[in-house]
């Protein structure tokens, strides 16, 4: 089976700019979570879709918001990108909500 | 918060068994513990959960104290390509009924030649 795919894998942006990351899960996979890591703050969750709707959600503002679609694919936006956005964003799919999480390899952005 | 202590850095010897500590003292009786590394930056890698009885898998050995206050993750014979930073999680129940993976800071482990 094909493990998470997160594309791009490397983005740069620039202030102010807004970013679209995508996250398509393991095949049969119902539930996504999206995570931040930064060497400051470590990696942080973001939130969880599980059947296109928000279970979950962390302690991130408003500028930070995800979905999910019919086939379980998953994306999330950050508007107005600051330049402590600049982090490892990391996604993980899970059969169900309460079970266990496989990651991808991360989308690498840098706000400059 | 996390829910987890965990010493920053471990030396190993290859070959040797890497024995990795973890106290997550506040647990719950309905909260897993759950072990992931991640080797440099790529995405953690799952390795092994429990809930209260050890595990074992092909990876590893997940030793849980009676108490569920500690566990200890096993690697029976660590390579080089074990060298990764471990994290200890506890997979908490939030009041509205959904869980959370709360991560830490983690154990950078080093296997050496």
């Known amino acids: 089976k094909a493990g998470v795919t997160q594309t791009p894998r490397y983005l740069i942006k620039t202030r102010g700019q807004q970013v679209t990351l995508s996250c398509s899960p393991i095949?049969?996979?119902?539930?996504v979570s999206w995570y931040q890591q930064t060497p400051g703050q470590g990696l942080q969750f973001l939130f969880e879709y599980f059947s296109e709707t928000q279970r979950n959600k962390g302690n991130f503002p408003g500028r930070f918001s995800g979905r999910q679609f019919s086939n379980s694919r998953s994306e999330m936006n950050v508007s107005t990108l600051e330049l402590g956005d600049s982090a490892l964003y990391l996604c993980a799919s899970s059969p169900g909500l309460q079970e266990t999480q496989y990651f991808g390899p991360g989308t690498r952005l840098l706000v400059l | 918060d996390a829910k987890t202590t965990q010493p920053p850095s471990m030396d190993c010897a290859e070959g040797r068994a890497a024995n990795l500590p973890c106290n997550h003292s506040?647990?719950?009786?309905?909260?897993?513990v759950y072990w992931y590394r991640q080797i440099h930056s790529q995405g953690p890698q799952y390795i092994i959960h429990?809930?209260?009885n050890n595990e074992t898998n092909e990876m590893a050995s997940l030793i849980i104290t009676e108490d569920r206050k500690s566990s200890t993750l096993i690697l029976p014979h660590a390579t080089l390509r074990d060298t990764a930073v471990y994290y200890c999680?506890?997979?908490?129940?939030?009041?509205?009924?959904?869980?959370?993976?709360?991560f830490g800071t983690g154990t950078r482990l080093k296997v050496l030649a």
């Open positions: 095949s049969g996979h119902r539930s």
């Open positions: 429990g809930l209260k």
């Open positions: 999680i506890v997979r908490v129940l939030e009041t509205s009924g959904t869980y959370k993976y709360i």
């Open positions: 506040t647990i719950s009786g309905n909260e897993y």
